[in-house]
């Protein structure tokens, strides 16, 4: 009977170790992609460590995922940092995402139905009242839930996470860009454009216009090297 509760000892040990380095890693990943913690930022980990509440060990083991990611460097023995941005990561990820919600939005809007209409209407309120209240980080989520509406209006709520490690490249760069003057509106305009087209019923301007949309990040990127080159490798 000991060595039975022994055994649950470990395992609820290790779930709960699993369940910190998630809380961490989500904190960071989100921290990194806000742009919170900028290109080049030291990740100390007894720092992060008492901030967040957890030991040692789920910072390391969420620092290695991100790693994985793409998101850190890790350099053995001395210390870790969020990597800079690679220009090529962000030119095909921006590739990659214009090409695949440019297929999906072609779709919608080849068979526009009324509810998919209404529940991407409904998104954009909320949009437009962050636009007005200035809320960089409320519109950057809400531009997060359009862009991931689409695709699980589309049918295909999987291909959002499939995607999702190559995006994270191109949401640095946007999310540097939200900031500056005019952008929110910019944005926001650009996504109801889509929803007019597919409510229109005209496929290939709505493949056009999301692309448009996406890929201005590729320009974006050409700005912000010159402006914050630290930032970039």
Same mark, same amino acid.
């Given at each position: 009977?000991?060595?039975n509760?022994?055994d649950e ?6 779930s ?7 809380f ?11 742009v ?7 990740l100390?980990?007894d ?6 509440g957890v030991?040692?060990q789920p910072v ?6 991100l790693a994985g ?7 053995p ?13 962000v030119?095909e990820?921006?590739?990659?995402r214009s090409a695949?919600?440019a297929?999906?939005?072609h ?8 509810a ?8 954009l ?10 809320d ?9 839930a359009?862009? /991931?509406?689409?695709?699980?209006l @589309?049918?295909l709520?999987?291909?959002w *996470?499939? !995607?999702a #490690?190559? =995006?994270l490249?191109?949401?640095?760069v946007?999310?540097l ?5 005019? /952008?929110?509106?910019?944005?926001y @305009?650009e996504?109801?454009?889509v929803? *007019?087209? !597919?409510e #229109?019923? =005209?496929?290939r ?10 890929r201005?990040n590729?320009g ?12 970039f490798?």
């Amino acid at each position: 009977m000991a060595a039975n509760e022994d055994d649950e000892d470990v395992v609820v040990d290790a779930s709960v170790r699993r369940s910190r380095a998630e809380f961490v890693f989500e904190a960071l990943l989100k921290a990194i992609v806000r742009v919170d913690r900028r290109p080049g930022d030291l990740l100390l980990k007894d720092d992060i460590a008492r901030e967040l509440g957890v030991s040692r060990q789920p910072v390391t083991d969420a620092i290695n995922r991100l790693a994985g990611l793409g998101l850190v460097t890790v350099i053995p023995q001395v210390n870790s940092y969020v990597s800079r941005i690679s220009p090529a990561d962000v030119i095909e990820s921006s590739f990659l995402r214009s090409a695949v919600e440019a297929q999906i939005v072609h779709e919608l809007a080849s068979h526009p139905k009324s509810a998919v209409v209404t529940a991407l209407r409904n998104q954009l309120l909320e949009q437009v009242q962050l636009v007005a209240a200035g809320d960089v980080d409320g519109f950057h989520d809400a531009d997060d839930a359009f862009h /991931r509406m689409l695709v699980e209006l @589309a049918g295909l709520p999987g291909l959002w *996470d499939q !995607i999702a #490690a190559a =995006r994270l490249h191109l949401v640095r760069v946007r999310r540097l860009g939200l900031p500056r003057p005019g /952008r929110l509106a910019i944005s926001y @305009a650009e996504h109801s454009m889509v929803v *007019d087209e !597919i409510e #229109a019923g =005209r496929p290939r301007k709505a493949a056009n216009t999301i692309a448009h949309h996406i890929r201005y990040n590729e320009g974006e990127l050409r700005r912000l090297q010159k402006d914050l080159p630290q930032y970039f490798l």
